[in-house]
Structures are given as structure tokens and as C-alpha cells.
């Protein structure tokens, strides 16, 4: 067995600190920032809702071919650099968003932005995490960092359309913003995040074994990719259409952001009562709940209902899922996440997509978001015979 080599001691809250910022620049702007954004280019760039929904598309292919590219080799040794990178290239990106309005430019752009996030996300991660034994707060930090920087982007998108008068002329100007503070957060992570830890050895991991629990496990997952996707793309823009008002559209995703961020922390106690499948079981009925709540109520309680709920689970079933698939295959633990991954990179790929053709050929996004409520609800229940062996 290959021996296995602690980070040094040393303060975690820079360390924290700089995976806070990292992940609030690549995920909460990097790839967030388009669901508060994107009302204002419907109405500016003269985009539907299947255009919309192309764009989102796009991003999420980039974000998964990030995602399995980094899994390789080829980083090794360089993961800061990459890491690094990967958040200068998403602050360029936002930045180009604002020069164009072409829709195939957009969907190249956000393709790229998600390679850059998913770069950025993962090295970084595999930097950072490792202090996490040190102390949870690193943890915490970490993944909290992408519910701050989805709050902070509803803040500026908000203030942006304020100073426009509308949010159909501000929106380039929110792509530039948010492309300003993903630069400044890399000039703060950049002097605080530590040269990645040597760990063990890498060890080659044998076939899966696809018993009947992981399967079910991958296959909840990728459901949960879809489902929680057209929410988390759509939610402002369904309050946009529902004449919510702008002060609504800016507090269902600052709720949304801050419920995230403090989400690991409030599901903990039942994690440690009920165990992490329990808890990812009833993370994602209670987000079924919430998403159908964002359509069926009135329009400002729909709003902020479903962000709240949103917030409050999507970054726990990430991590839980996660966990729980690596349990389930002990012996090769990095093939089930990458399986999983893959699950769920495909289903949130197809939930924007579907989405924006119902929408169109609807009228509305009632009936897509109903649909993401029925995939939220079979993912819970494909877990229940794991539950009954657990």
C-alpha cells in the first residue's frame, strides 16, 4: 500500500480563504453568474428561450470535458499553475461575453468558460482539500465559496440594472463586472493558495463493479443533474416572466447564493443522526419541492421559495453523491467518480436544453419545470433500496 503524506502544518485560514475566493470566481461567477445575467440578454440580445438554453448547454459540455481532461496526468506537478490559470481564463471569458451578440460566439465563449471553471475548480480543489484534516473549516470555506460568489453576483447584477435603468442594456456591463471580480479574486487566492501536496502513489483502480446499489446511485445522480439545472439556469428569468419585479429577481438568487453557502453546515447534524444517503435522499426530494414551488406559487413566493430551497440543497447533494458512490465502489473509488461525474455533467448538459424547447413551444416554464420535479423525484427514489440495505 502506498504510503501516505500529510500537508504541513500550518495556518488553514488563508488556505480557506483562498479556496473560498477560487471557487466563488469559477463557479459562482464563472459559471452562475449567467442565471441572474440572462434575463437582461433575452431582452437585449434578442435571445428565446431554446437560445438560452443552447448557451447554458454549451457551458455545461465545457464544464464536463474540463472535468474529464483534468482527471489525466498531465498536470501533475503543475496543478497551481493550472489552477491559476484556469481563473485568469475565466475572467477573460466573462469579460468577452460582453463583446458580441452573436449566439454562436456566446455558445463558444461559455464552452471555453467551462473548460476554465472546471480547470480552475479541480485543481484547486486537489490543492486545498487536503488541509481539510487539519481543521473542517477548510471544507467549509471551500464549498461555501460558490454560494458567496452566486449571492455576490446577484448583488452586482442588481446594482448594474439599477445604474442602467434596465436590465436589457446593463447586461453587458454585468458580464464585465463580474469579469472585474473574478480578476480581483485571483489576485488575492494567487499569494494565498499553498503549492499542491505529494501524496501517494497512484495506484491502478480495477474495473467497476457495477453492482445494483452504484448503479443506482450513478443513475439518481445524473437525474439530479438534470433536475436541479433548469432551476439554477432558469430561476430569475422565470421571475423576469412572471413580473416578480427586479427586486425579487435579485433576492431569489442572493438567497439562493447564502443558503448555499451555509448548506454543508446546516445539513450536518442530520448527516451525522441519519447517515449521507438518508440525508442525500431527502436533500433532493426537499429541492423537487422547491422547484415546483418556483412555478405553482405566486410569483414572488415562487421566487424566493425556490431559490431558497434550491440553495439549501444543490451543493449538499453534490458532496453527499459523491461520497456515497465512493463507498459503494471502495476498491475503485476515483472510476465511480468519474462515472458519476460523467452522470451528471450529461444530465445537466440536457436539463437546459429541454428546457428551452419546452419553454419555447410552450409559452412558458411551467412544464419544464414540472418535468425537472419529476426527475428530482424518481432520483430520490432510485436510492430508497440502498436505504433499506444501509
Known amino acids: 500500500m502506498a504510503s501516505q503524506i500529510r500537508p504541513p502544518q ?31 440578454m433575452m431582452a437585449g440580445a434578442s435571445l428565446s428561450a431554446a437560445d438560452a438554453g443552447l448557451i447554458a448547454g454549451a457551458n455545461f459540455v465545457g464544464y464536463l470535458l474540463g472535468a474529464v481532461l483534468a482527471a489525466y496526468g498531465w498536470a501533475a506537478g503543475r496543478e497551481r499553475r493550472v489552477a491559476l490559470a484556469g481563473l485568469l481564463a475565466t475572467a477573460v471569458l466573462l469579460a468577452a461575453m460582453a463583446a458580441t451578440d452573436s449566439l454562436a460566439a456566446f455558445m463558444v465563449i461559455r464552452l471555453l468558460a467551462g473548460v476554465a471553471s472546471a480547470f480552475a475548480m479541480v485543481f484547486t480543489s486537489s490543492i486545498v ?22 449571492a455576490l453576483s446577484s448583488a452586482l447584477v442588481f446594482l448594474v440594472n439599477l445604474m442602467a435603468g434596465d436590465g436589457a442594456h446593463g447586461w453587458r456591463l454585468s458580464w464585465i463586472g463580474s469579469a472585474a471580480i473574478a480578476f480581483l479574486g485571483l489576485l488575492i ?26 448503479v443506482l446511485m450513478t443513475l439518481s445522480y445524473g437525474l439530479f443533474g438534470f433536475g436541479y439545472v433548469i432551476t439554477a439556469t432558469f430561476l430569475v428569468t422565470i ?61 414572488m413566493a415562487g421566487a424566493l421559495v425556490g431559490g431558497l430551497f434550491l440553495g439549501l440543497t444543490f451543493m449538499a447533494v453534490t458532496a453527499y453523491g459523491l461520497q456515497i458512490g465512493r463507498t459503494l465502489a471502495p476498491e475503485s ?44 423525484t424518481v432520483s430520490a427514489l432510485l436510492v430508497v433500496p440502498i436505504l433499506r440495505k444501509a
Do not use: K, N
Not at 447564493?257 to 433532493?284: E, F, P, Q
Not at 440536457?350 to 412544464?367: I, K, N
Open 10 to 40: 500550518t495556518s488553514s485560514l488563508p488556505i480557506g480563504i483562498a479556496g473560498a475566493l477560487a471557487m466563488a470566481a469559477a463557479m459562482g461567477f464563472g459559471r452562475f453568474v449567467y442565471t441572474p445575467i440572462l434575463p437582461g
Open 239 to 299: 421571475a423576469r416572466t412572471t413580473d416578480a419585479g427586479p427586486v425579487v429577481e435579485f433576492l431569489a438568487w442572493f438567497v439562493t447564493g447564502t443558503a448555499a453557502a451555509l448548506s454543508l453546515l446546516a445539513w450536518r447534524l442530520l448527516v451525522r443522526r441519519v447517515g449521507a444517503t438518508a440525508t442525500y435522499a431527502a436533500c433532493i426530494a426537499l429541492e423537487a419541492v422547491g422547484v415546483l414551488g418556483s412555478v405553482l406559487l405566486p410569483p
Open 129 to 150: 482539500l487536503p488541509y481539510a484534516a487539519q481543521s473542517e473549516r477548510v471544507s467549509m470555506l471551500h464549498f461555501g465559496g460558490v454560494g458567496f460568489g452566486i
Open 333 to 376: 473509488p476515483r472510476r465511480a467518480l468519474a462515472f458519476m461525474t460523467a452522470a451528471f455533467g450529461t444530465g445537466q448538459i440536457a436539463g437546459p436544453l429541454a428546457a428551452g424547447w419546452l419553454a419555447e413551444g410552450s409559452g412558458s416554464f411551467t412544464l419544464p419545470t414540472v418535468l425537472a420535479a419529476a426527475a428530482l
Open 189 to 214: 487566492v494567487a499569494p494565498l493558495l499553498p503549492r499542491p501536496v505529494r501524496g501517494a502513489t497512484r495506484v491502478q483502480e480495477p474495473p467497476l463493479p457495477w453492482r445494483r446499489p452504484l
